[in-house]
């Protein structure tokens, strides 16, 4: 249902192209974006979740609730997986700024996760670390960056869940649509 909302909010929007990680959740979010303008997904490895060969998908909230002691690695920064920091890093802004370069001019969506969106954000407001969990970014919430070809990168919106007002879902982790 997220999905569809996200793509009825975005549809007076043009989108040149639509990408997203390869992880099923990433896809089933993106497929009513992409089937409303009748595009194909192009599907980014590079943009996968850093836990993206994990035998099991549990959502931060369950981890949290539950007081799995993954949910206090997270916040230690200790959580980590088969990839290092530095190759996680090399890895989502690399191809993040391929998409970019491959589109001037043009509007992009990507689908992808919170520690990709919180490395890339981290990244461009020049924070000490590649942060991959410095906030926490809401399901199907919309995370604007301006893209210059000089190389500037300017954050326009964080966290949009307009989308959601009104739906009884959640727009985060301390409020309901």
């Not at 199907?140 to 500037?152: K, L, N, P, Q």
Request: proline share 4%; with cysteine; glycine share 8%.
């Amino acid at each position: 249902m997220q999905a569809e909302l996200l793509a009825g909010y975005l549809e007076s929007e043009y989108l040149d192209a639509v990408y997203a990680s390869p992880l099923r959740r990433a896809q089933e979010t993106a497929q009513p974006m992409a089937d409303q303008r009748d595009v194909e997904i192009i599907t980014c490895p590079g943009v996968a979740e850093w836990d993206q060969n994990s035998t099991e998908y549990i959502p931060v909230e369950e981890l949290k609730a539950t007081n799995d002691p993954r949910w206090q690695a997270m916040l230690d920064g200790t959580w980590d997986s088969d990839e290092s920091k530095e190759e996680f890093r090399n890895r989502t802004l690399t191809s993040i700024e391929t998409i970019i370069s491959g589109h001037r001019g043009e509007r992009v969506a990507i689908v992808c996760h919170g520690g990709v969106i919180n490395g890339y954000l981290s990244e461009i407001l020049d924070l000490r670390d590649f942060a991959r969990g410095f906030f926490y970014p809401n399901y199907t919430s919309i995370h604007r960056v301006a893209a210059a070809s000089s190389g500037e990168r300017s954050i326009v919106t964080i966290n949009e869940t307009s989308h959601l007002r009104g739906t009884g879902l959640p727009m985060g982790l301390f409020q309901k649509g």
